[in-house]
């Protein structure tokens, strides 16, 4: 009887612990992300008041506008347009190199830092950084064009490419990130798998194909949905890029971007928060789309 009695303390008591752990992140994640998606979505069936004063209920007003406005699509357009660039070649090279440093190769503990060195500094540093390389006259990555014979590049100015510029920057900054999960992935693999494709004479290449990418496709998974929906709300390096008197802005700003213009710049808090809402649903409906297919490529064996 006092056993049963003593266990039922001690599970009362971890019961109380663990819950006490917790009660930090919960607190956290009610008051800066739940409760907000809620006042986002009662917000976006409000338009501010004249002057910024009281908002004014539209019902559905700001989503019949934001259906036929063409900014609107453009940007969505243009969000896609960078996830499609930022999302694949992050995760490839991130791949590629996760690999490499998973041999036996001098250095490669300063390697792995160096590579993840990008996801440590500032969103804003690294934009301005990559901006004055960008630079059509005086910037770094144009001399060394020069210096072979090509000529310059409008690498932010030029509609046809800024927004493959800011996708650069994106791969650059997430590399690292990528890597290190890519890395844990790999150490999970045995490596009596690899010895045994040795002894049939498998090499390195087959070896990558049939025992590194399926063995390491939840990863993968993960990593890509991750991606998919940190790429969808880029924001800091294309305000930090790109002036307003760009003429290559209305090619490459996302919904956050547009987000941040009308709910701060101009004020319109509702509209802002229906171009989110919008956002959220787009997010929401790629990532069901790959949970679902995920079943023909995921190996959790």
């Keep these: 009887m006092n056993r049963e009695k003593t266990v039922s303390r001690r599970e009362k008591s971890e019961f109380l612990w663990g819950w006490l752990f917790l009660l ?35 019902g559905l007003g700001n989503y019949s506008k934001l259906l036929q406005d063409g ?58 950084v990559w901006r004055w390389l960008y630079n059509s006259e ?3 990555i144009n001399h060394l064009l020069n210096r072979i014979g090509l000529s310059s590049v409008n690498w932010i100015s030029d509609p046809g490419i800024a927004y493959i510029s800011v996708a650069i920057v994106g791969i650059w900054s997430v590399i690292g990130y990528n890597m290190v999960l890519f890395f844990a992935g790999l150490q999970e693999i045995p490596r009596d798998y690899y010895e045994a494709a040795e002894i049939d004479g498998a090499g390195g290449v087959k070896q990558f194909f049939y025992i590194t990418l399926p063995l390491i496709s939840p990863t993968m998974f993960f990593v890509t949905v991750t991606r998919v929906i940190g790429a969808m709300q880029v924001f800091d390096s294309i305000y930090m890029m790109m002036e307003k008197s760009n003429p290559a802005l209305v090619k490459t700003q996302s919904l956050v971007y547009l987000f941040y213009k009308y709910s701060f710049v101009e004020g319109n808090k509702g509209y802002g928060s229906a171009i989110v809402m919008l956002l959220l649903l787009v997010i929401l409906l790629i990532t069901v789309i790959q949970l679902l297919c995920q079943k023909k490529w995921v190996n959790y064996n």
């Design 24 to 58: 930090p992140t919960m607190t956290g994640l009610i008051i800066l992300n739940i409760i907000p998606i809620f006042q986002t979505i009662y917000q976006s069936f409000f338009k501010t008041g004249a002057f910024g004063k009281g908002n004014v209920f539209i």
């Design 71 to 128: 900014t609107v699509w453009q940007a969505l357009w243009n969000t896609f347009k960078y996830a499609l660039v930022e999302v694949p070649f992050s995760i490839a090279i991130a791949l590629v190199l996760a690999v490499i440093l998973n041999g036996k190769i001098k250095g490669r503990s300063i390697w792995r830092t160096i590579y993840f060195l990008p996801m440590v500094a500032a969103p804003a540093a690294v934009a301005m």
């Design 138 to 140: 005086f910037g770094l």
